[in-house]
Structures are given as structure tokens and as C-alpha cells.
């Protein structure tokens, strides 16, 4: 079975903090992808990355960076956190390029206060 | 553009009854098209996809979908919904890399 992991489930942090959030991915995949959920919006791609050191923005990327040094791991880096960043993000990660469904980690619902 | 319409936000529906969640695309070719379930506090698990051939899929859980070109849509649906297939469910079209996800829809079920 696929297994997506991500760092924390919960995580509390103030207005101006550095945040960063964790993905690691047990099945050799090239793909992986960040993604914030928000009710009423579905989700909404952030980045992704189909390859180590690679990336590409996604729908909405400002105020988030990424950083892909293994293959198994991609973090979601938020260089000063805001409220408006307060959300529940959800990583993924799927195979080589082509439409392949995509392996959702658990989300880790951030609060930003 | 890509896009993807779940025109039900919430519906509620009789333990035992049939159920049909409605999904609308848009795109510019032959589309992927997935449905993602997503119960409280979980990440998504793919229930089904369609790349092409036959326009009925099955999945798990004992849910199907419909692919219909001519109506843009993917609609899902279950024959017999029980309990535990209260969830939020999302309908996605891949385009290479990247998926396009609509706003999902709630399911209540009614004992």
C-alpha cells in the first residue's frame, strides 16, 4: 500500500512565524503535490514537484515556498504565516508523468494566530 | 480553462436509498476523471477513475460512475448507501500533472 505521511495531524502557530510542513512518501514516486482545502473551495493546488530539486507553482503560490531534496520527502515552507493561511493542507504524490491518481496523506490542519 | 462543478454542496439521503452525486467538467480533450472520498479529519482515498474505454467504471465500496461526454459530466453513484458512506466527496480531472478538484459535496445519511 502507498503510504503518504505528514509531519503533524495539528499545528498552532502565531502571526509572523517561519511554518514548515513535512510529506514523506514510501512508494518511489517522481510526483508529489501540496495542496490547501478550504470549506466550500475543494482544494486548491499550491505546488508541486516531478522531481527532486524541481518545482512548479500551482494555483496559488503566493506566500509559500517548497523545498525537494529527496524524492520521498516534500515540505511546504511558509515564510512568515497569516491568518488567511490558516487551513488544512494536504499532500500527495502520485507516478511518473502522465494522469495517475494521486496518494493523499491525513492533512495537517494548521491555525495561524 | 480546466474547471469542475459539484452543484450539490450538501445532500442527505435514507440509509438503504440510492444515491447519485452529480459532477460537471470542463475541459478541452478526453478527460481523466477520478472521485475522491474524504471522511472527517482524513486525507482522500480514491473511490474510482476513468481514462477510457467502457463509460461505466466500478469502484470500491460498491460505488460506480458514469462517463458522459455529450453532458460533460461523471456523476456517481451507489445503489444502497450505508452509514459509513457519510463523507465528503470530491470529483477531480487530471490533466497531466495536475488535477483540478471541485468544491465537493457533503453526504449525510439518514438511519
Known amino acids: 500500500d502507498v503510504k503518504v505521511t505528514q509531519s503533524s495531524r495539528y499545528l498552532v502557530k502565531r502571526t509572523g512565524e517561519k511554518v514548515f510542513l513535512e510529506c514523506v512518501q514510501d512508494?518511489?514516486?517522481?510526483?508529489m503535490f501540496w495542496y490547501r482545502q478550504d470549506p466550500g473551495l475543494g482544494l486548491r493546488l499550491i505546488y508541486f514537484?516531478?522531481?527532486?530539486?524541481?518545482?512548479e507553482k500551482g494555483d496559488i503560490p503566493e506566500g509559500y515556498s517548497v523545498s525537494r531534496e529527496k524524492k520521498e520527502r516534500f515540505s511546504l515552507i511558509l515564510e512568515s504565516a497569516s491568518t488567511n493561511q490558516t487551513s488544512m493542507y494536504l499532500c500527495?504524490?502520485?507516478?511518473?508523468?502522465?494522469?495517475?491518481?494521486?496518494?493523499f496523506g491525513p492533512g495537517t490542519r494548521l491555525t495561524v494566530t | 480553462a480546466q474547471s469542475v462543478t459539484q452543484p450539490d454542496i450538501h445532500i442527505t439521503v435514507s440509509e438503504g436509498a440510492s444515491l447519485e452525486l452529480r459532477c460537471n467538467y470542463s475541459?478541452?480533450?478526453?478527460?481523466?476523471l477520478f472521485w475522491y472520498v474524504q471522511s472527517p479529519g482524513q486525507g482522500l482515498q480514491l473511490l474510482l477513475k476513468?481514462?477510457?474505454?467502457?463509460?461505466l467504471v466500478q469502484g470500491i465500496k460498491g460505488f460506480e460512475a458514469e462517463f458522459k461526454r455529450s453532458q460533460s459530466s461523471f456523476n456517481l453513484r451507489k445503489p444502497s448507501v450505508h452509514w459509513s458512506d457519510a463523507a465528503e466527496y470530491f470529483c477531480?480531472?487530471?490533466?497531466?500533472?495536475?488535477?483540478?478538484f471541485g468544491s465537493g459535496t457533503k453526504l449525510n445519511v439518514k438511519p
Open positions: 477531480a480531472v487530471g490533466d497531466f500533472n495536475k488535477f483540478y
Open positions: 500527495a504524490s502520485s507516478f511518473d508523468r502522465g494522469t495517475y491518481e494521486q496518494y
Open positions: 514537484s516531478y522531481d527532486v530539486k524541481m518545482k
Open positions: 512508494m518511489d514516486h517522481e510526483n
Open positions: 476513468y481514462f477510457s474505454g467502457d463509460t
Open positions: 475541459y478541452g480533450a478526453t478527460p481523466y
